[in-house]
């Protein structure tokens, strides 16, 4: 008996040890897929020196977003048919393969298609880490970790733009890419010798027609919220087309789904009330982080004179405090259970914070903006985490993946939302007040200096002064109307419904068994399957 006894101490001692290094090896694929667009930006005006093809600059990025996008659901779907770990590996496998030929393109059309390639791996990337998580550690223990992946995703937008400018400027572009290779291969070796789950039989075929329909709805609404203002007008043909197809297509795809043996997106998960409302809090979420990661940086560059080189330390307070407060909110959440205070202090903060940023003018002191940031990234780090938590807790176990592909995905759409809105009132505000300022021919010669920190140093005085104001102008806009649509993510928050989390309780942790499913039901999540 005492024997049984110290080899189960021993195995509950194995057991942290082995999540611990698989968690490691998620984080670090984590990181490659978030790492990427923000090392490559830096790259970017000495790739297009090398390759040509300014024209198609914006496709580099465009290509790998789009692949991402559209492929997020599919992967979430596979690794529920087939197997989590399969599905992983495969995924970094064709993001290092198009890492590797990114970084042998010898032109612009070359480097864009590669650049798909590596969105296509970077899709399951993201889905397989959260959906591995999901399998492993039952949600109310999956608070301790949340400060392990808040703390990478703020290494990934500190760290990308400066290690991105030292890698271009002492190794060349082609590292940009190469650099993910040894990364990937560690994550690949980790995850292959340290990750055991449960083998699935896919107990029908992959949705492909519901499949296509998707990427087809999926791709519009990104080259709408891409070319939309930019390439072409809102009210042009092309985007006007772009918007039936994704309408059409969506609601052929609903369709599809309710005849499917095994949907691509079960329609099912959205009857959960929590999973539909996790969902749309995470678009929000989407749209206010993305925005802020973009303009911030441009109106401390553009009005208060930083450097661009240090882009990424610009958003320091945001980022460290989104960490500590995500790393706050996931112990309480482990210790009490409790989760539906933070969506709603999350949507406030996030409120707030928007609207401290759109106050901010020629006049504010980098201090008050780090404050205003600051407010933010706590929103932020209340509703990062929490939100997948709560969606993965609202599903059955089998569906796993693809509740952390919806999340996911509707997250990344609310990203491409935000930019493409706010970026369009920021454009649209600028040219207005350099219009009024300076009058329709001033303005349009100021005009190129818009993202040029040299050609803005340059400018007389007066035009820059000018400049200066209408940046500020702008970013007043765009943040004032993330306020506003952030309203409707601290309404959603009031209606989340108090389910218990599942697989945590010391009854449970003592060898009690409870029900696979969804919301009111628990179930512990196999963690024996990580331990040799």
Known sequence: MAEMTKKAETSEEVKPRSVRVVLM???IAMLLAMLDNMIIGTAMPTIVGELGGLEHLSWVVTAYTLATAASTPIWGKIGDMYGRKGSFLTSIVIFLIGSALSGMA??????IGFRAIQGLGAGGLMVGVMAIIGDLIPPRERGKYQGMMAGVMALAMIGGPLVGGTITDHMGWRWSFYINLPLGAVALAMVTAVLHLPKKKAQGKIDYLGAALLTIAITSAVLVTTWGGTEYAWGSGEVIGLIIVGIVSIAAFLYVETKAAEPVMPLHIFRSRNFTLMSVIGFLVGFAMFGGVLYLPLFQQSVQGASATNSGLLLLPML????????????????????????????ALMVVGLFLLATMDTGTTRLMSGVYMAVLGAGLGFLMQITMLVAQNSVDMKDMGVASSSATLFRTLGGSFGVALMGSLFTSQVTDTMTDRLGPEAAAKAGSAQLDAASLAKLPEAMRDAYQHAVAAGTHSAFLLGAVIAVLGFAAAWFVKEVPLRGAGPAQAAGGEG????????????QESVAH
């Open 106 to 111: 010898q032109d612009m059309g070359q480097l």
């Open 25 to 27: 090896a998620l984080m």
């Open 320 to 347: 460290l405090s989104m960490m500590v407060v995500s790393l706050i909110a996931g112990r309480i959440t482990t210790s009490s259970g409790k989760y539906k205070m933070f969506p709603i202090v999350g949507g």
């Open 515 to 526: 029900g696979e499913g969804g919301e009111g039901k628990t179930a512990q999540a196999p």
